[in-house]
C-alpha cells in the first residue's frame, strides 16, 4: 500500500476510512481504468471538489438565493457559467444538476409534460436509463418509443426513427447514449423533430469534452436543450449540466405571475432544477465543476481530447486486427464496443478476467443482444482516462494484446497474474496525483 502525505488529518481521526480510501487510491493508481464513462480529474479539481464550500447551503441562484452569506459561492457559480457558456457557445447554461440523470430529468420535465409521448435510442442498443427505460422515471413518466441502430451498420436507422416519429408523433427526441461509438447525427435529428413538430434534446454526457473543443459536431445549432454529465470526456468533477444554444420565450404561455410577462425557456429550466427537482446546490462542486471548465477552455485540452480519439482509434484498429468484432466497425470518439460472440465468451465473464488481471472494463449489451443485461455479448472500452495519464497509441496498442491474452485464456489464472503485473508495470511509468504519493 501506498503511504501518503495528503490525508494526514484523515489519516488520524478516521483510521478506519483511511485505509478504505488508501486502498481506493491505489486500486485507481494500479489498474487500467478503461470504462469509458470514467476520468481522473486534475489535482486543482480535486482538491475544489473537497473544499470548505461543501460546507454552504445555497438554495437559489446567484443574486437570488433563499440563503445569507452567499457571496462568494455566487462569485463561484457564476464563474462556472460563464466558462460553461464559452467552451459550449452557449446563451445559457445551468451549473447546479447533481448529475447526468437530474440534468435529464429537469430538462425532459421542462419540455414535457407526463404521459406525453417521447422517443430515445434503446437501452440496450447505447441508448441511456433516462432516455426512456421502464425502471427508470423516464419511462414510468412518459410514454417511451425506442428507436434502434441497424444491425449492418451499428448507426442510428435514421429509416426507422423517421417512421416512428410519423407513426407516434412524439413531443420531444432524445438523441446521444452511453454506448454509441460514433458522432451524434444532430442534424439527422433535427430534420425528424422539425417534420414532426417535436422538440430535440441532446444528451452529450459522454462526448460533452470532443463537443467542447470540436472534436465532436456541436448540438447547439441543431438542438432545442442539451444536457450532459461534467464527468467523463470533460475531466470534470461527478455531475449534471443543462444548456442552450438560444434562450427565447417559452411556448407554452407560461408568464410571470405579478407581471404577466412570458417567462423565458431558461426561467422554467431553473425552476424545474431549484425547487422542481433538487434543494441546495453541491457548491463545491460547482464551483470543481468551474476549475475543470477553465482548464478544458486550455489549448492543452484540445490537444489531450485528441490524443483521446487518436488512442481510441488505434484501440479499434489493433483489436480488429485480433478478429473483434467493433459495432459500428470502429469509432469517431473515446469508446469502442465490442461484441464478444465469436470469442466464446460473455461480457460478464469477460469483465471478471480482465478485472483479475488490473483492466477495468464494463460489461455491455450489444445491439440485438441475446444475452441479458446481467450477462451481456459485449464489453464497452474507453480511453479517457489513460488518456489523462499520459498513455499514447504504443501503450494503447500493448494494453489491447493484454486483453486479448486474457479473454483468450480466462480460466488461467497463471496468465491472468502474468498480465496483473504487466499491468502494474505499466501503471508505473504513469503515476496518478503526484501530489498525494
Ligand atoms: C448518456 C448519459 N446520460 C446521462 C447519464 C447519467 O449520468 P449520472 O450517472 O451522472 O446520473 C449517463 C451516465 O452514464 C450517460 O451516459
Known sequence: MKDTTAYLHLKEHDPDMYAILEREITREDDTLELIASENFVSYPVLEMAGGVMTNKYAEGYPGKRYYGGCEHVDEAENL????????????????????????????????????????????????????????????????????????????????????????????????????????????????????????????????????????????????????????????????????????????????????????????????????????????????????????????????????????????????????????SGGTDTHLVLIDLSNKGISGKKAENALERAGITVNKNMVPFDTRSPFITSGIRVGTPAVTSRGMGTDDIRQICKLIDKVISNHDDEAIIVGVRREVKELCRLYPLYKEIH
Not at 420531444?172 to 442534424?187: H, K, T, V
Open 80 to 327: 462556472a457559467r460563464n466558462r460553461a457558456k464559452e467552451l459550449f457557445n452557449a446563451e445559457y447554461t445551468n451549473v447546479q444538476p447533481h448529475s447526468g440523470s437530474q440534468a435529464n430529468m429537469a430538462a425532459l420535465l421542462t419540455f414535457v409534460d407526463v404521459g406525453d409521448t417521447i422517443m430515445g435510442l434503446d437501452l440496450s442498443h447505447g441508448g441511456h436509463l433516462t432516455h426512456g427505460s421502464p425502471v427508470n422515471f423516464s419511462g414510468r413518466l412518459f410514454n417511451v418509443i425506442s428507436y434502434h441502430v441497424t444491425k449492418e451498420t451499428g448507426r442510428v436507422d435514421f429509416d426507422e426513427v423517421f417512421q416512428l416519429a410519423r407513426e407516434h408523433k412524439p413531443k420531444l427526441i432524445i438523441c446521444g447514449g452511453s454506448a454509441y461509438p460514433r458522432f451524434i447525427e444532430f442534424e439527422q435529428f433535427r430534420e425528424v423533430a422539425d417534420s414532426v413538430g417535436a422538440y430535440l434534446m441532446a444528451d452529450i454526457a459522454h462526448p460533452a469534452g470532443l463537443v467542447a473543443t470540436g472534436i465532436h459536431p456541436s448540438p447547439m445549432g441543431f438542438c432545442d436543450v442539451v444536457t450532459t454529465t461534467t464527468h467523463k470526456t470533460l475531466r470534470g468533477p461527478r455531475g449534471g449540466m443543462i444548456m442552450m444554444g438560444k434562450d427565447s420565450e417559452n411556448p407554452w404561455g407560461k408568464v410571470a405571475p405579478k407581471s404577466g410577462r412570458v417567462k423565458m425557456i431558461s426561467e422554467l429550466l431553473d425552476s424545474m432544477v431549484m425547487p422542481g427537482i433538487q434543494g441546495g446546490p453541491l457548491m463545491h462542486i460547482i464551483a470543481a465543476k468551474a476549475v475543470a471548465f477553465g482548464e478544458a477552455l486550455n489549448p492543452e485540452f484540445k490537444l489531450y481530447t485528441r490524443h483521446i480519439v487518436d488512442n481510441a482509434k488505434a484501440m479499434a484498429d489493433e483489436f480488429l486486427t485480433q478478429d473483434y468484432q467493433l459495432i
